[in-house]
């Protein structure tokens, strides 16, 4: 069949070339905001008087039962068309005879798909921002149920200094909300509607864009045409909040996929966000959390796969531009599959605060604060943490920890140690003690918990 925008050329292409053309296969998914955003066109057609308003109700009318009978599975999408703005107009004028052919009257595809993929990205992203917050919620709901627990925090993966437990989960439910935030931002400078811009440089019709962007929603609309149907922006923009948002998981990923073995035993992932081995049969396995790991390593992909397709596009469209929908859908399926699974697997895993506990021992996690009792004792810091470094040699030497070390032994180093010391390095003392802003003493984490529960809320 000759393709719709035949006329200069006979429009029969190679089969080949045409289905390497063609984005149908993945674009029929954008259907309903092209329906949509038909529809508005229609009504603006009509009320501009650029066809009567007759038309414009039988166009509407049409176009509202193609998108009835596409959700009811009446009408399946015609795959040999060239895209989803082609099937719908081939269908309504199928339907409509030529009042149909109205339809693309001061449009263009360029500023059709531009329209469509706003629609499409600006409600996934509210979505991904409400996932989002359910991630942020689990946490807050581990955080808020454990908020004695004692855990030794690290750097450079070597136990560093006792923290509670709330305090360290903490930390990711601020990382998403920042996260949430830049989607948020992101939703902001796309809700422009580009309609109106139609191939490139407006149109010698007497359309009302600003008609088209109330009805759509949008904010406001793009004020140069050119650039109205040229940028993509928008879709980067969310693909980098994404793989920020994909960074973030992962890393709490990780912890979740450490803390989870035999040599860690923090946490017990419950039986549903595992799998098990088909030959150990002992083996639990953190699957979901490596797959939100890996699956990150794909994200970055897709954001670099649309920053390089478009980097040395001369203005306006190019068909380059058609790659921005499997690397913007890819991220965003890729994603909200991730948020889905990571809520649950937060919301019901066992933390095993005995174990916790018990790596706090070790490690000489409370050697800053021995240095600290020597200071409040009047010896300058770094001679008081010097000292506390010899004392942490002479443990290991003696196979013992600073808890179990005689008084005599600290104070052959230094006689201003009495009694009191002990008390100052248990690591209930180093974490209530420790009651700096942002700090971890269950003082301070309870404002973060508060903090956070009330910018979810909104407050
Ligand atoms: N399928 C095309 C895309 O996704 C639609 C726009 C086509 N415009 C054009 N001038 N060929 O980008």
């Known amino acids: 069949m000759a393709k719709m925008w035949a006329g200069r050329t ?15 296969r993945f674009d029929w998914r954008l259907y309903q905001q092209d329906i949509t955003g038909s529809m508005a066109h229609a009504a603006m057609l009509g009320a501009r008087h650029i066809i009567t308003p007759a038309e414009a109700d039988t166009l509407i009318a049409g176009l509202e039962s193609i ?8 009408l399946a999408v015609d795959f040999s068309c060239e895209d989803i703005h082609m099937f719908v107009e ?26 469509d993929m706003r629609l499409y990205l600006r ?25 004695d627990v004692i855990m030794p925090g690290y750097t450079h993966l070597q136990r560093a200094q006792p923290i509670l437990f709330a305090h360290h989960l903490l930390a990711y439910a601020m990382m ?28 010698t019709y007497n359309t009302d864009r600003y008609m088209e962007s109330k009805t759509l929603g949008f904010d406001g609309i793009a004020l140069n045409s050119i650039d109205g149907v040229s940028d993509r922006d928008f879709c ?16 709490f990923s990780e912890e979740l996929i450490l803390w989870s073995s035999w040599e860690f035993q923090f946490i017990e992932l419950s039986d549903a966000y595992t799998t098990g081995s088909s030959i150990m049969p002992q083996k639990k396995n953190p699957d979901m959390a490596e797959l939100v790991r890996g699956k990150t390593g794909r994200v970055y992909g897709d954001l670099m796969a649309l920053l390089t397709s478009l980097k040395g596009l001369p203005l306006a469209y190019n068909k380059d531009m058609q790659e921005d929908k499997e690397c913007t859908f890819d ?3 890729t994603v909200k599959m991730c948020l889905q699974v990571f809520a649950p697997m937060i919301a019901t895993m066992k933390p095993l605060p005995d174990n916790m506990k018990k790596a706090a021992q070790t490690g000489f996690i409370n050697a800053t604060d021995l240095a600290d009792y ?65 700090g971890t003493s269950p003082e301070s984490v309870k404002a973060q918990l508060k903090y956070v529960k009330n910018v979810c809320k909104g407050e």
């Open 67 to 74: 998108l009835h009978d596409l959700e009811s599975g009446a």
């Open 331 to 333: 991220a965003v399926d």
């Open 236 to 251: 980067v923009e969310t693909m980098s909040a994404i793989a920020m948002l994909m960074m973030h998981l992962s890393r």
């Open 374 to 438: 020597l200071v409040r004792k009047g010896l300058p810091f770094r001679s008081a943490y010097k000292i506390s470094g010899e004392i942490v040699a002479k443990c290991i030497a003696d196979g013992c920890v600073l808890e179990t070390l005689p008084l005599a032994d600290y104070r052959s180093f230094i006689p201003l140690f009495d009694e009191g010391l002990y008390e100052a390095i248990d690591l209930n003392t180093c974490v209530q003690k420790r009651i700096s802003v942002g």
């Open 10 to 24: 006979a429009g029969h292409v190679d089969q080949g070339a045409d289905d390497f053309n063609s984005s149908i």
């Open 90 to 115: 081939q269908e309504l004028t199928s339907r409509l005879g030529d009042v149909g052919k109205k339809l693309h009257t001061a449009r263009s595809r360029n500023d059709q798909v531009a329209l």
């Open 176 to 203: 998403l909300l920042r996260d949430v935030d830049r989607l948020k931002d992101c939703r902001k400078r796309m809700n422009v509607s580009p309609i109106g811009c139609c191939a490139l440089a407006g149109t």
């Open 123 to 147: 409600d996934e992203v509210s979505e991904i921002m409400a996932l989002t917050e359910s991630v942020i919620a689990a946490i807050v709901g581990q955080a808020e149920a454990n908020q």
